[in-house]
């Protein structure tokens, strides 16, 4: 008697599980992504048409409240103004003329703050760009 195995191997693959999963993950991590608030403040700027080609290597931003922050390697870090010197220094040293920071005040924020943070930057021989929206 010779039997016969009914059981034949298919080698074919279903890629459709495959492409569920893929279209699953794609739009999780679209709705996740547009969750995720950006770590930015909310500034008014004054206006203005002038550009300058100068790339800044750090942001500091003053709000409308005088509150103050440092962009420091793409984090938004708060500070107190006290604070805002000693972290340039430890950061960039004093007197490196290819340092450019960038001011980013509140147009609502009182002309005194903005000069005190351009006397820091005079100091320590920094170059000061003053960030504007423009018109």
């Not at 074919?12 to 739009?27: H, Q, R």
């Not at 700027?45 to 709000?63: D, E, F, G, M």
């Amino acid at each position: 008697m010779a039997l016969k195995k009914r059981n034949k191997i298919n080698a074919a693959f279903s890629m459709s599980s495959m492409t569920d999963i893929v279209f699953l993950l794609l739009i999780f991590f679209m709705v996740t992504s547009t969750l995720i608030a950006p770590n930015a403040l909310k500034l008014l700027l004054p206006q203005s048409n002038n550009q300058t080609a100068a790339k800044p290597i750090t942001t500091i931003s003053i709000t409308a409240d005088k509150k103050y922050s440092i962009n420091d390697d793409g984090a938004i870090k708060r500070v107190s103004f006290n604070e805002i010197e000693p972290f340039l220094v430890n950061k960039f040293g004093i007197g490196n003329d290819d340092i450019y920071i960038s001011l980013h005040a509140d147009k609502r924020v009182e002309w005194d703050e903005v000069v005190k943070v351009m006397n820091i930057c005079r100091r320590n021989k920094y170059k000061m760009i003053a960030a504007t929206a423009p018109e």
